[in-house]
């Protein structure tokens, strides 16, 4: 009932660079792709992370892919890439006080935003994964699983990812007794067992049942201390794959109020 215009159709043979490319052909150049990392985590910040890519440069990344489907080396090396082929570029840091404060869904909404805004290009349109962001200005497109069939989408969620695991793995020589250099702050065995043991660290989601369960039981580990993300972001190695664990399987907030140290934060790409 309704025409087709093949030539503005995505091509299933496209590869990750499909939307793009039918995108820059309909006159919506350049186009933003935005993801998020540690949604499903009770430790550690929310990273948020947009990115902007040329359709030619897209097929220059052979390695470009979901961050959860790369290997760690496979993950630092697409970073890379991306951040050596974007156009422009721009990282939200959420701490676990913000999280706490608000909740997981509006600092993720919030956070995409404030990262579309972050970008000096100007896009003109814009691809996100899972759910539409609404105020963003310029029109955009939710698609299931976008970061596994749009490049930029994708590359959003290298260089979130990337720059989370870097944070945790700082955080695990601050706080060497919770393994954030192993699970990146998402619920293992091993993580269930040293929050028992030692109780929840100043980074730890407080609004989070698991958490507030032991915060019950045990005096939280050293509570003045401080965790500045300016401090962590970029400045230490990556450091192995997280645990095989879903990070969307994120935990029912319990409702209680704000605890942890971190605050927000943002990296632009000349930064």
Not at 222 to 248: C, Q, T
Request: with cysteine.
């Amino acid at each position: 009932m309704y025409p087709r215009y093949p030539g503005y159709t995505p091509r299933r043979d496209g590869g990750l660079a499909a939307y793009e490319t039918v995108l820059a052909r309909a006159g919506f150049a350049p186009v933003a792709g935005i993801d998020e990392a540690g949604r499903g985590a009770c430790a550690g910040p929310l990273v948020v992370a947009a990115v902007v890519l040329d359709p030619a440069s897209i097929r220059r990344m052979p390695n470009l892919a979901d961050s959860k489907l790369l290997t760690s080396q496979a993950r630092e090396e697409a970073y890379a890439e991306v951040l050596r082929r974007a156009i422009d570029w721009h990282v939200v840091v959420i701490g676990a006080d913000q999280i706490d404060a608000i909740g997981l869904h509006v600092c993720n909404v919030s956070g995409m935003r404030r990262a579309f805004a972050g970008l000096r290009a100007v896009p003109g349109y814009v691809l996100t994964d899972g759910f539409p962001v609404r105020g963003l200005g310029v029109p955009g497109l939710a698609v299931w699983k976008g970061d596994r069939i749009m490049a930029s989408v994708a590359a959003a969620s290298v260089v979130a990812k990337v720059s989370r695991d870097r944070m945790m793995r700082d955080l695990h020589e601050r706080y060497p007794l919770y393994g954030f250099d192993r699970h990146k702050g998402y619920v293992t065995d091993d993580h269930v067992r040293a929050l028992a043991d030692h109780g929840p660290s100043p980074v730890h989601r407080y609004s989070f049942v698991n958490v507030t369960r032991v915060a019950g039981l045990v005096n939280p580990l050293d509570p003045m201390a401080s965790a500045d993300p300016a401090d962590l972001i970029g400045s230490a190695e990556f450091a192995g794959d997280p645990a095989a664990v879903d990070p969307d399987e994120a935990l029912v907030p319990s409702g209680i109020g704000p605890a942890g140290t971190w605050g927000e934060n943002e990296r632009r790409m000349d930064s």
